[in-house]
């Protein structure tokens, strides 16, 4: 059993598409283990994403993160990790496979509508970070 980490961003919980992503997510064998609805602060987003900081797309992202409210989350599940990068899919939305979750409400490379931890270690890290206070 394993632990991932997931945010339903900004451009999906405006779509109303948070029941369907958490159907995919439950009807592939991924149990909701933690939540919450929060808007992120600044600081939340540039230390959730704080590997990214020299990108030239840092800034951008963290005014997205923290332009309306979004879902946290914990998924449980065997092999949870790449199986929620599965189902979301590539990053670009355009280039996502059908049916995956980034191909069906994502806007925009920026806007991909959800996160998941890339890697166990990253996803331990992701859980502590927004759940273990
Ligand atoms: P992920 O692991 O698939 O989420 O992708 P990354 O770790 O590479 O990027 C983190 C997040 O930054 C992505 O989910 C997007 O929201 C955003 N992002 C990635 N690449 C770009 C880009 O080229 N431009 C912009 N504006 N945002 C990006």
Redesign the pocket.
């Known amino acids: 059993m394993e632990k991932t980490f997931a945010i339903i961003k900004p451009n999906a919980v405006k779509k109303n598409c948070i029941g369907k992503i958490i159907a995919m997510a439950e009807d592939n064998g991924l149990k909701v283990v933690s939540a919450r609805m929060q808007n992120l602060s600044s600081k939340e987003a540039e230390g959730f994403?704080a590997e990214?900081s020299q990108r030239p797309?840092f800034q951008?992202?963290v005014k997205f993160m923290t332009s309306g409210p979004v879902l946290l989350l914990a998924f449980e599940g065997e092999n949870a990790v790449e199986k929620w990068r599965k189902l979301m899919g590539a990053?670009d939305p355009a280039k996502a496979a059908p049916g995956t979750i980034r191909k069906l409400f994502g806007d925009s490379?920026?806007a991909?509508g959800t996160?998941g931890s890339?890697s166990l270690t990253a996803a331990q890290r992701e859980v502590a970070f927004f759940f273990d206070k």
Do not use: K
Request: a negative charge.
């Open positions: 994403y990214h797309f951008s992202l990053t490379i920026e991909n996160h890339e």
